[in-house]
């Protein structure tokens, strides 16, 4: 039964009627409590009736009600007796004891044994009817109470496993409780402060499905094995890695623990045909050391970075790993590859990557160290051909790449796939700078910018933006940014509530002579001759 239909369940069960058991030695009482009673509109029913203390102790026992309404003075049994044991079979069952004498001493014994209500007879029904409405109230917030209980209990139930997992993160991280035994016992965990190690598992198949089928394949291999274990939930972030902590024996070495991930991924592999990447940590004394245990397989799996995916590496092997190499000779063939790209010699851009990758491996680097260093150098490259298509998707794909040699490979393949043909991607590139000095021009005028300014903005020298514009529209740069700013002081000049220094200001023009001049020469008319002409017309010249 699923959660929903067991909160269901439970809500019927506590919003069921309240059944009612009557036992009265006289017709005509029983008769007047059975029918002078509205017991539907205080959501009662009467379940059964007896005429003697015996038999309604055997409807108690049958029926379980949850009021028993009992004259004191009974048949075979008392109804003292029988409330007395009414209590012992349904301690919470609520009970109202009726006398024909007002005796202190039956009231006092009534006490004691838990009633709820002491009538007098000659019974009214309207008296009646009142004590149940109290215990109506009282029954109701008890079955309200027990339903919250049962919903919060299924509730837990349903998420205990994820609880589980999230506790066993925290505890991964180093948020190590005062009580671990006792929320480790609450949470049904298993392992034991001793000897524990932590596995990172990676498919390459990265969906829900794949990590549904991934946990039952290392539980099965764990549980044939004999090792307790359970998950972890390091983050939500999707492809994250699958987190295994697990109970290492007191022979269990380093080769021991490799041997034992291996056969795991090869398990994994011929039950699922899931291909996983182990990182594998080193071993802790103690939860104390659990944090730290984590911290390796996680940084071990990273180094499938330069190894490569599929297989299991183990913390204790990167961490005794001799490298050689330098950031800077990466550095220095970027240069190169970016020329050999413009000019299309594909020959030389893959001589040029296999290069890089010989440098990159051998380099002392995190994998989180060695992707900063090629943000910093791809971006150059990516940001350089970007107007030939080639946007923030494709840097972070390839700078997101599983590997090295992925990385490398994603780059290869872009500046290849960019550059068939050599005359088209220079043409291309220089129209993309002529817009990109236009764009500068149009963003900045009113700054009254330099060559140097518009060239440092877009990366190109500035005699080579001078040469390049030029070639491309046949004016200079600053005819070109003189036009746009004296025709943006003209439609300025439209709103006949600026004046010309303002005008002026606003484009750039600290002299208003020189201005003065500049627009005359363009426009054959004074400033002032300008605005009288065509102050609100907006857009006409």
């Given amino acids: 039964m699923n959660i929903h239909k067991r ?8 919003n069921s009627l309240i059944k009612i058991v009557i036992a009265e030695d006289e017709a005509l009482e029983m008769e007047a ?3 002078d009673v509205d017991y539907s509109s205080l959501g009662m029913e ?3 009736t007896a005429y003697n203390g015996k038999n309604a102790l055997e409807l108690v026992k049958r029926i379980l009600p949850d009021i028993l309404i009992t004259d004191i003075v009974m048949p075979k049994l008392s109804g003292l007796e029988l409330a007395k044991r009414a209590k012992e079979l349904r301690p ?4 109202v004891l009726i006398s024909g004498h007002q005796r202190f001493d039956y009231a006092r014994q009534g006490i004691e044994y838990g009633v709820d209500g002491f009538l007098i007879k000659p019974l009214f029904p309207e008296h009646l009817y009142a004590t149940l409405q109290e215990i109506a109230k009282k029954i109701q917030q008890r079955n309200r109470r027990r339903f919250d209980e049962e919903v919060y209990a299924e509730e837990l139930r349903a998420n205990l496993p994820v609880l589980r997992e999230l506790f066993i993160g925290s505890v991964m991280t180093g948020a190590l409780p005062e009580d671990v035994q006792k929320r480790f016992d609450y949470y049904g965990i298993t392992l034991t402060d001793s000897s524990l190690s932590a596995m ?9 499905a794949s990590m549904l089928s991934l946990r039952r394949c290392v539980s099965s291999f764990f549980g044939a094995m004999d090792r307790n274990h359970c998950f972890a939930i390091l983050s939500r972030i999707q492809n994250e890695p699958l987190c295994v902590l697990f109970q290492c024996g007191a022979e269990d070495g380093s080769s021991t623990l490799f041997d034992l991930a291996e056969q795991l991924r090869i398990s994994i592999l011929n039950d699922s045909g899931l291909a996983v990447t182990i990182g594998l940590g080193s071993c802790a004394s103690g939860w104390k050391g659990i944090a730290e245990c984590v911290t390796h397989a996680q940084r071990a799996l990273e180094y499938r970075f330069y190894i490569g995916s599929g297989q299991v590496i183990s913390f204790q092997d ?3 790993a001799v490298h050689y190499g330098s ?3 990466l550095r220095s063939l970027f240069v190169p590859l970016l020329d050999a790209a413009d000019r299309g010699d594909e020959d030389e851009v893959e001589r040029l990557c296999a290069e890089m990758k010989r440098e990159a491996s051998g380099f002392n680097l995190s994998p989180e160290s060695m992707r900063l260093l090629f943000s910093e150098l791809v971006s150059r490259i990516f940001f350089s051909r970007y107007e030939l298509g080639l946007g923030a998707n494709d840097f972070c794909e390839a700078i997101n790449a599983d ?3 992925g990385l490398i490979e994603h780059i290869k393949n872009e500046l290849l796939s960019k550059n068939q043909s050599t005359g088209r991607y220079i043409a291309g590139r220089e129209q993309w700078l002529v817009q990109r000095i236009k764009e500068e021009i149009g963003s900045h005028y009113a700054e009254n910018p330099t060559i140097d300014d518009i060239a440092e903005r877009i990366y190109i020298s500035a005699g080579y933006a001078a040469k390049l514009f030029r070639k491309h529209t046949g004016e200079s740069i600053n005819s070109y940014m003189i036009r746009i700013r004296i025709q943006a002081a003209a439609d300025i000049l439209t709103d006949p509530s600026v004046n010309i220094n303002e005008a002026a200001a606003r484009t750039g023009y600290t002299n208003i002579s020189y201005f003065s001049s500049v627009f005359r020469k363009h426009f054959n008319c004074t400033p002032r001759e300008w605005r009288d002409l065509h102050a609100g017309k907006t857009g006409e010249q």
Avoid: H, Q, Y
């Fill in 7 to 14: 909160i269901l369940f439970a809500a019927r069960k506590w």
């Fill in 33 to 35: 409590m059975k029918n």
């Fill in 46 to 48: 009467v379940a059964g």
């Fill in 92 to 95: 919470d069952i609520s009970i």
């Fill in 200 to 208: 990172c598992l990676l498919p390459e198949e990265k969906s829900d």
């Fill in 318 to 320: 990167i961490s005794s």
């Fill in 327 to 329: 950031p800077n000779s």
């Fill in 403 to 405: 590997t090295l040699d």
